[in-house]
């Protein structure tokens, strides 16, 4: 028995299962698979992934399955890599034993740990360096077989190609991430660069002119007043700059004042009816977390930014309301509308997606080309993802 082929049954689970994997994006999520379909597979009681630290010295993580929390909270922490573990850090290969009591390289187990006896470990290696490794023990019924063996080598192999796919995708992700905050830099920069300084440049001649020609107290006083005005421009045009960057309003006097400025400059700005409606749980509290004022903000900022730049609205109805500890937000524009599932190229409803993501939440665009859009959000409000 013990030098059976994998059957055609495990065969074909093990081919769904890396299907599965290989689209599972989020890391966590993915080792957790892992570790419950390499315990399926195999027939192993316990199952555990230990992912190795930059050194590939020591386990830095290790997940289990198999052991209830109680039990994992008496054993206290988690190995390190000594004994068999550490074998397979040292030399990444296979490691199939009927008794791990019975190898001199076993280093014991601590108090209140649960007794185990077969264990096959199989190393995780993503892109030619050891990543990890699986850990199987106590094989139903006794010991496991060259054909586990083979499973867990499978397995391993998928989980690698898994792991490194989910990599590159959080890699992506950060980059989109830093690109937006490029960009919206450059935003910034451009916005200085033509406004104020161009601003400040226009004083500079028109004071500088008038010195030349001091000798001629009119013509001073005519650039003076000329400069006076120019600077009562110049200040609006920074006060605009600086409550779009971080509006005051928002940390002094709450969400719902700064969405009804929000809407009311862009309302005025661009000819168009906007409006904003803010209905909290607790009338009286009228104060959100800072965290999720933020997010909302920013989340109607960028919504009303592209129902201006790309929908040519003529009506913006902003509405935000809590209920049950979330907050749910709805902009809703008549404009154009799009094709949502068209490729895009700006940052906004990227960084929209992020700020959402963040804050525990679900974010909905429903548009149609001819039909107007609508942005839904759902926030929780709860702790964010770590
Ligand atoms: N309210 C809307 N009405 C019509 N089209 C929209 C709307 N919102 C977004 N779009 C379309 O979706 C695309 C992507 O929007 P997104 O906000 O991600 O990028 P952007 O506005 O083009 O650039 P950025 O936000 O980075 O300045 C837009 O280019 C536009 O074609
Ligand atoms: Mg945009």
Known sequence: MADEPLDEARLRRLIAVGRSLVQQLDLEALLAQIVAVAREVTGARYAAIGVLDEAR?????????????????????????????????????PVRLADLGDDPRSYGFPPHHPPMHSFLGVPIVVRGRAWGNLYLTDKEGGEFAA????????LADWAAVAIDNAGRFERQRLRDTMAAAEQERRRWARELHDETLQGLGGLQVLLSSALRRSSEPSQVEGAVRAAVEEIGTEI?????????????????????????????????????????????????????????????????QEALTNA??????????????????????????????????APRAGFGLLGMEERVALAGGTLAV???????????????GATPRP
């Open 366 to 380: 429903q548009s149609r080309p001819g039909a107007g859009t609508t942005i839904r959000a759902t926030l929780s």
């Open 147 to 154: 054909a586990d063996e083979e499973a867990a080598v499978i």
């Open 57 to 93: 010295a020591e386990l830095e993580r290790f997940l289990t399955r198999g052991i209830d929390e109680a039990t994992r909270d008496l054993i206290g922490d988690p190995p390190r890599g000594h004994g068999i573990l550490g074998v397979l850090i040292r030399d990444p290969r």
């Open 236 to 300: 609006e045009k920074l006060r605009t700059l600086i409550t779009e960057l971080r509006p005051a309003a928002l940390d002094e006097l709450g969400l719902e004042p700064a969405l009804e400025s929000l809407a009311g400059r862009v309302a005025a700005v661009e000819g168009i009816v906007v409006t904003s409606e803010v209905v909290l749980a607790d009338g009286e509290r009228r104060r959100l977390p800072p965290d999720l004022e933020t997010a909302v903000y920013r989340l109607v």
């Open 308 to 341: 201006v730049k790309h929908a040519r609205a003529e009506r913006v109805d902003v509405r935000v309301t809590e209920r049950d500890g979330c907050v749910e937000l709805t902009v809703r524009d008549d404009g154009a509308g799009f094709d949502v599932g």
